[in-house]
């Protein structure tokens, strides 16, 4: 491990690439053949042209770490703020022809509201406890911020991540106080252990997210899974609203957008199933009654499918960006993405099976942009991943449409600077906003 301020410098490089290790490395890993031919993943050609989505409900979120003077070394903390912003389409269109609305335009006609926390890292703990720790102040940060509401008068993400794992068969989990071996089955609210250190448990820590807290160092990797986790909750939260107000215009109305892939990572991926299955009740519920369902995309812009997408539409004559129409869909299948994507044997189980509630389409859409959407799982087609029938894809015409409307907004621009550009206006959870109230006393 290198000093601190100590870079690597050139003169340590070429002993590197003559290292007999890494020569034999080299010689022994399997290289993917670069001239390789081989089939594009099937296209999907949805219906197009529905025109009926008038508004956007983008969810994201973003981390900022920042340094702590208590005097202790490395003192950390992270501002989570995780915003639900909302797009009204009709405005974005309805201008003269050929208007691209500029990022700033769009800001104005947007409302936005956020949930903020401040995460304590390593080193820090709260003064008015004293023997507390800063991994227990974690837990009980995260359990507090989820507590919250989204919306004034409306169920809390705590609430919602209990009326969706309720079916769960009772998982115990380990006390976190190290020197206590007892397994407890997390309580809905709070609890004590029995150990002698009558250690709190909180409801959220069957999350798992304190987990690989690090009592002596950086904790990006736990930061960014609590924002994860408070996107996915958020997002069901608000579905969950929308459904008890009744209103399915407003749903079939409405594309909900969230950014990065339909999926729980880490300790918390076991939600992915619960997830799946809220989204997939509220879907068929209004299927049922004729409407469309629920419209709901992850968007990626970067990662390894879409640096495979660029690959495809990579021509050996004309460069990027030339080998692939425009507006084009495909649908990897599991054993394209196997052979592909994620480098498995052919065997395997699919990918995303502990992680993902959505298929992947790779889409470059009507102006060229390449992006990766995730689409949510709510039927047998779904399930299959070897299915690419339109039916595994929910609303994909709609989708793809919104894709192609919205480019400067997801793709020039992005989802996190706006919610900085937001972070003055924020309102925090606690206080209880009203936007989505607002939102149905307009429509
Ligand atoms: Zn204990």
């Known amino acids: ?32 053949d670069a001239n390789e031919q081989h089939d594009l993943p099937d296209c999907v050609n949805p219906d197009r042209s529905h025109d009926r989505i008038t508004r956007v409900v983008a969810i994201d979120g973003s981390i900022v770490p920042t340094s702590v003077r208590n005097g202790y070394p490395g003192a950390e903390a992270a501002l989570m703020l995780i915003a639900a912003v909302v797009l009204d389409l009709k405005a974005i269109k309805n201008p003269a022809p050929k208007w691209i609305p500029r990022p700033s ?29 800063p991994s227990r102040f974690f837990r009980r940060t995260i359990y507090q911020t989820l507590k919250g509401s989204v919306e004034k008068d409306h169920e809390s993400l705590l609430d919602t991540l209990t009326a969706i794992t309720t079916n769960r068969p009772p998982q ?23 150990c002698f250190r009558k250690e709190t448990i909180y409801q959220t820590d069957v999350l798992g997210i304190h987990e690989r807290f690090n009592e002596s160092g950086a904790n990006g990797q736990v930061y960014t899974l609590a924002q994860q986790v408070t996107e996915q909750l958020t997002l069901v939260n608000i579905l969950r609203y929308c459904e008890q107000a009744d209103n399915p215009e407003f749903i079939r109305d409405t594309a909900f957008i969230m950014d990065g892939p339909l999926a729980v990572f880490g300790s918390a991926a076991w939600l992915h199933t619960w997830i799946q299955q809220e989204v997939k009740r509220i879907h068929c519920k209004y299927a049922d009654k004729g409407y469309p369902g629920v419209l709901l995309i992850g968007v990626e812009k970067t990662g390894n499918f879409v640096e495979h997408l660029n690959r495809l539409d990579w021509s050996e004559r004309d460069g990027p960006r030339q080998a692939l129409n425009n507006g084009i869909a495909l649908a990897p299948t599991m054993e394209y993405i196997n052979r592909h994507i994620v480098h498995r044997p052919p065997n395997s189980n699919d990918f995303g099976r502990q992680t993902y509630y959505g298929r992947k389409i790779l889409y470059k859409n009507r102006n060229g942009q390449h992006s990766v959407i995730t689409t949510p799982i709510i039927n047998e087609s779904g399930v299959d991943k070897n299915c690419i029938d339109i039916d595994a894809f929910p609303r994909l015409g709609e989708i793809l449409d919104i894709m192609d409307e919205l480019s400067t907004y997801l793709y020039e621009d992005g989802f996190a600077p706006l919610v900085r550009a937001h972070a003055h206006a924020a309102i925090p959870l606690k206080s209880g906003a009203e936007i989505l109230r607002r939102l149905f006393s307009k429509s």
């Open 1 to 32: 491990m290198p000093y601190p301020n100590e870079f690597a410098s050139g003169e340590s490089l070429p002993g590197l690439t003559t290292s007999r290790s890494v020569l034999e490395f080299q010689g022994a890993i399997h290289v993917k």
């Open 105 to 133: 335009e769009i800001r104005q006609l947007e409302d936005c509201d956020t949930i903020d926390a401040v995460l304590p890292g390593c080193n820090v703990s709260e003064r008015e406890r004293p023997g507390d720790s």
């Open 172 to 194: 115990k989990i380990a006390c976190p106080v190290e020197d206590c071996d007892e397994r407890i089955i997390p309580p809905i609210g709070d609890a004590i252990c029995p």
